[in-house]
């Protein structure tokens, strides 16, 4: 490269400075859409919560009954085996409010858990346990699919979550 004498700093082309200060733009933004991303707009990474055999994890607790645990205070924990081609429970039932944690596994191809309306999008692999919590501020009917293709059945594999209105009784 030429010694250009506009050069300044760093004894760059200004040609390659440009590019250098798009680049740092380029990494900032990034670091902000991943910092607004996880922090205002509530992103989550699903965890590999635990590791478990899938060969036995439906005989063992607490998979062995799989669904809805009440923790009090509007926290649940949601336990979902998913196997082809359906999702143990295929139908949860919360109040309006409520925090629900789910774990998900699978017992035998890899399945995927994707909640409408949330940001509960999770891939289910065998062997691992995925978990993405999701509070349910608004009453209604809330589907969860399977998105990653498992075989033939893949499309009819799906459940729901339906989220009561608080009807101010009992
Ligand atoms: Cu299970 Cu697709």
Redesign the pocket.
Known sequence: MSDSPTSKGLGADPYERRWMVISLVILIAFMVTVTVAGFALGFQVPGDESRVDPRTVADSPPWSEPGLRDLGNGEYTAYVL?R??LFNPNTITVPVGATVTFYVTSTD?Q??FKLQDTNVNMQ?VPGEVSRLTVEFDEAGEYKYI??????IG?AA?FGRVIVEADTGGN
Not at 146 to 151: A, I, K, L, Q, V
């Open positions: 998913s082809q081609y191809v399945h995927g289910v399977c998105n990653e293709f498992c075989g893949h594999m």
